[in-house]
């Protein structure tokens, strides 16, 4: 399988930014790429989806805060975060899946994922 590698996570004050970065060949515009973060012993759970370059998804928990972008020269796709909040505090992974409209923000229908980046926001 394609290796998705992430980067850009650390520790950061509530209120800060950040912007997380995922590089790899399994990056390409027609398929679904969505990040998703966990925190130990709760569930995976979707943040944002984005399909091609058309209009993203995100989950209300983020909306207005969380941006998902995708490069088109460096297949790179990136998560910019503002305004964070302790509740943030995850690891955070990319994904990339097959081809659907709209893009799930469900984890197991995506097969590519990268070994996540740790993302701590304190108060």
């Known amino acids: 399988q394609a290796q998705l590698v992430e980067s850009g996570g650390g520790s950061v004050q509530a209120g800060g930014s950040l912007r997380l970065s995922c590089t790899g060949s399994?990056?390409?515009?027609?398929?679904?790429l969505g990040w998703f973060r966990q925190v130990p012993g709760k569930e995976r759970e979707g943040v944002a989806a984005?399909?091609?370059?058309?209009?993203?998804s995100y989950d209300d928990s983020v909306k207005g805060r969380f941006a998902i972008s995708k490069d088109r020269a460096k297949t790179t796709l990136y998560l910019q975060m503002n305004s964070l909040k302790p509740e943030d505090t995850a690891m955070y992974y990319c994904a990339a899946g097959p081809y659907r409209s709209p893009c799930p923000m469900v984890g197991t229908m995506y097969g590519n994922w990268g070994q996540g980046t740790q993302v701590t926001v304190s108060s």
């Open positions: 399994a990056i390409y515009s027609n398929r679904c």
């Open positions: 984005l399909l091609g370059y058309g209009q993203p």
